[in-house]
Nanobody, 121 residues
């Protein structure tokens, strides 16, 4: 079984910073792309940032230059450093990982439970 657990959310003032973590545990052979999504109340889910298996990164337009995604393969953990936070960044942030559980298995999609980020003005 595989589990993804997000942490690091909370309440912060505008202009502040938070670092989110997405930790994968269980029967994992390899992790390919990991993506952070967010969903604000009443809005559609939005892609925030992606990091590929070889470290390539992609950011949504609304967070470019403010957020940084990184990964620690030894810890099976992906981080999202969020700086210069704005009230419009308020949302539930969830991570999605494409991973293999064995050398011969196909890639599966796994989701964490989400962590709330609230930015006050």
């Amino acid at each position: 079984q595989v589990q993804l657990v997000e942490s690091g959310g909370g309440l912060v003032q505008a202009g502040g910073s938070l670092r989110l973590s997405c930790a994968a545990s269980g029967s994992i052979f390899s992790i390919n792309a990991v993506t952070w999504y967010r969903q604000a109340q009443g809005k559609q889910r939005e892609l925030v940032a992606t990091i590929t298996g070889d470290g390539g990164t992609y950011y949504g337009d609304s967070v470019k230059g403010r957020f940084t995604i990184s990964r620690d393969n030894a810890k099976n953990t992906v981080y999202l450093q969020m700086n210069s936070l704005k009230p419009e960044d308020t949302a539930v942030y969830s991570c999605n990982a494409q991973l293999r559980t064995t050398a011969s298995s196909g890639r599966g999609d796994y989701w964490g439970q989400g962590t709330q980020v609230t930015v006050s003005s």
